[in-house]
């Protein structure tokens, strides 16, 4: 038998062999190394590792000590806090598509909903409406609160994180249906009531909607009753206002003295000044905003990032013959002397009563996007101009027999701002983000309609366009006001900055190269630059392409009972901001 002889190793030498031969264990689930950390302080970047370890951030700063079990390098990258789309339409979209892909591949890690409509509280009678109205996306309705509603969204398996406001359109539908009709106090109360079971199962707040039936009704009391509901559950009041246009100075007025009465914090939906004849006012409009915040009230703002809006047809008529919804709308406009009535008020370039979209943007400037009926689909693209022309019929009667043809009120683009007020929103530090429309892909039922370019570009748009190539504001400010802002206005638990023991929600992109590439001649384009983004810790966009991670939540506002320091408070002063 053959021996074999080893040399003697010393002890040490045995020991130091087997501690480099196993490694040690993973001090963390992912490590982001070597990109420039923008926090959302909006101070300065600097070179350094963000850490994660499940569903929160570890660390953030230097050399990360320890290793992931996954790494990403971000060399030549920036890494930021997820971004928060201040107004988001997703509530079906995510249904259908339930990555979001045409915000995350931007960098959105969180969608507000509830622009005066919201999930719920809904009536039997409002979820039958609710199936009847759905267009290009089908599904069943199975809810009625709202907590039940992004509940059931969140279930079904999605990418994104999700939160929403109590619409007061739908509370106020809930309690007296859709006619031009005014409470009573017990149906205030009612209302109210509505309001504080909703905060209570976390809604950021109170939406409202005014410009359109049947919101436009409400007085300004009736608004106020609900937004001091919202605001004694740590809650803001956030508003498409009463009007954006000819009286948009006396709307401004309105949402700062319902900010003052309820005592709850108030922002302004998709801040600007619409129409031609209007866009002198921007600056009386920033000057009522920054008069009460230096009296000490939280006034802020968000906006998208373009001058072209979008909704339907609802806004080019008189709200009073929409009194009672879509249905007893279109029955009415069948009836020939109603439709002479509204016609003469649609050539009424500045209605006293109402907000006339049509009028702002003309012929010309409005496209059609979004049909209904699979008959008028064809004419998705073209301008109302160029329809009407095709029809022999004027724009004012084209209008009309849209949107009877169609059985709703038809989702045009309207191009009402300027240039240069996009621009000058773009350097108030108040001023946050949100798209105005809902997550897709260019592809599937998406292709039914078009939509609007903020679909796909309102975000990168604000680090490319405007920071990066205009110079707007820093690259920095920039990301504090997609992600820090708009947490803190909404008073989130622990999200919104690359904070140790905050959720990670992270994006990585490439300052250099990100940007948006939808069109009004083509929308349906995805940004590019943005090539990581987890939520909660999951990675949800690899390498630029999504995984399919479910990795999305509910958020919940202060007010939901969940929290220790949860529910409702005698008054809005007892709350801290």
């Not at 959302?40 to 951030?57: H, L, N, Q, T």
């Not at 890690?109 to 999930?119: A, D, H, Y």
């Not at 373009?306 to 609802?314: L, R």
Request: charged content about 20%.
């Amino acid at each position: 038998m053959r021996i074999t002889r080893y040399a003697a190793v010393p002890l040490a030498v045995l020991a130091t062999a087997a501690c480099l031969g196993a490694a040690k264990p993973a001090a963390y689930d992912l490590v982001i190394r070597g990109g420039e950390i923008l926090d959302g302080s909006g101070k300065p970047g600097m070179i350094g590792d963000v850490a994660v370890k499940g569903d929160r951030i570890a660390y953030v700063g230097g050399h990360a000590p320890g290793r992931g079990k996954a790494e990403i390098d971000a060399k030549g990258k920036a890494v930021a806090p997820g971004f928060i789309n201040m107004l988001s339409h997703s509530e079906d979209s995510l249904i259908a598509d339930g990555r979001g892909q045409s915000e995350l591949r931007q960098g959105v890690t969180l969608e507000v909903m509830g622009e005066g409509g919201s999930l719920g509280p809904l009536t039997p009678k409002m979820q039958a409406l609710e199936v009847q109205r759905e267009h290009d996306i089908k599904y069943p309705v199975t809810w009625t609160t709202l907590d039940g509603g992004l509940e059931a969204l969140a279930k079904r398996g999605i990418a994104l994180n999700v939160a929403s406001f109590v619409g007061a359109t739908t509370v106020r539908v809930n309690v007296l249906g859709e006619d031009d009709v005014q409470p009573t106090q017990a149906q205030l109360d009612r209302m109210r009531a509505l309001v504080r079971q909703a905060m209570q199962q976390g809604a950021m707040g109170v939406g409202s909607a005014l410009i359109y039936a049947p919101a436009t009704y409400a007085h300004t009391d009736e608004i106020a009753a609900p937004a001091t509901e919202a605001g004694k559950c740590g809650g803001i009041y956030i508003s498409h206002m009463r009007s954006e246009g000819d009286r948009l100075i006396e709307a401004t007025d309105e949402l700062i003295d319902i900010s003052r009465r309820s005592g709850a914090p108030a922002e302004i939906f998709h801040m600007k000044a619409s129409g031609r004849d209007n866009w002198s006012k921007e600056a009386t409009l920033i000057a009522r905003v920054e008069a009460a915040r230096a009296r000490g009230q939280r006034i802020t703002a968000d906006m998208y990032t373009y001058p072209a809006g979008s909704t339907g047809f609802d806004a080019a008529m008189p709200t009073w013959v929409q009194a009672g919804g879509v249905e007893t709308w279109i029955s009415r406009l069948k009836d020939p002397a109603t439709r002479a009535k509204v016609l003469a008020e649609m050539h009424d370039a500045h209605p006293k009563t109402w907000e006339n979209l049509f009028a702002q943007a003309g012929p010309e400037g409005t496209i059609l996007v979004g049909f209904k009926n699979p008959a008028l689909k064809p004419l998705t693209g073209k301008t109302l101009a160029e329809v009407a022309k095709a029809r022999g019929t004027s724009p004012e009667d084209t209008v009309i027999d849209l949107v009877i043809a169609d059985g709703s009120r038809v989702q045009v683009v309207y191009f009402l701002m300027s240039d240069e007020n996009v621009a000058k929103q773009m350097t108030l530090p108040w001023v946050s983000f949100g798209s105005d429309a809902s997550a897709q892909e260019p592809k599937g039922v998406f292709l039914l309609s078009s939509t609007h370019p903020r679909a796909y570009g309102n975000f990168v748009r604000v680090l490319g366009k405007y920071a990066r190539d205009e110079h707007a504001l820093s690259l920095p400010e920039a990301v504090r006001r997609l992600a820090a802002l708009p947490a803190h206005n909404l008073g989130l638990h622990d999200r919104g900055m690359l904070k140790a023991g905050y959720f990670a929600d992270v994006v990585v992109f490439d300052p250099a190269t990100v940007a948006d590439h939808a069109t009004f001649v083509k929308p349906q384009q995805y940004a590019t630059g943005v090539s990581d983004v987890l939520v909660n810790g999951v990675a949800v966009l690899k390498a630029g392409e999504p995984t399919g991670a479910p990795a999305g939540r509910v958020v919940r506002g202060r007010g939901w009972t969940g929290w220790k320091d949860g529910g409702c408070r005698a008054s809005a002063k007892d709350w801290s901001w």
